[in-house]
């Protein structure tokens, strides 16, 4: 099971999913909900949450894509129950208590923190600024 905005997808997503593929035969890609983005990164993503969902489907990186849940952020855990939590190098939000949470539901999954994937140019706000600034370029 992977997690993430996935707004703007690029080589870094890809290669998370890569790594996750390594990890087990089936990936399960949960897609943030806009309100969750808003709250964890301040502002709302440019594509809304079923975009991105409709998005990541396409690119066939993962068996399964499915939204979160706006009130219980550990619902699809406790729902499909995976072997391996598949976490980016840079997710902290609703991680650090993620340990005790499985133990409490008693499930016996493997935590990876996946390796970064040059992340000075493939990181989706990186990305963003890039499309804005050859946006107002284009409007000059």
């Known amino acids: 099971m992977v997690f993430g905005t996935f707004d703007y997808l690029h080589a870094g997503h890809e290669n998370l999913f890569i790594q996750a593929r390594q990890l087990g035969n089936e990936i399960i890609a949960i897609i943030a909900r806009d309100r969750t983005v808003k709250n964890i990164k301040s502002e709302i993503p440019d594509h809304n949450e079923k975009e991105r969902l409709a998005n990541l489907e396409t690119t ?26 598949a976490l980016g190098y840079d997710q902290f939000a609703f991680t650090y208590r993620l340990e005790k949470f499985l133990m409490d539901i008693k499930l016996d999954a493997k935590i990876v923190r996946l390796k ?12 963003k600024k ?11």
């Not at 066939?60 to 939590?85: C, H, L, S, T």
Request: glycine share 4%; hydrophobic share 30%; aromatic share 10%.
């Open 60 to 85: 066939g990186w993962a068996d399964f894509v499915v939204p979160g849940n706006e009130k219980d952020k550990n619902k699809v855990i406790k729902e499909y129950r995976p072997d391996i939590i």
């Open 116 to 127: 970064p994937y040059r992340p000075d140019m493939y990181k989706s706000s990186i990305i």
């Open 130 to 140: 890039q499309q804005m600034s050859n946006a107002e370029a284009t409007t000059k």
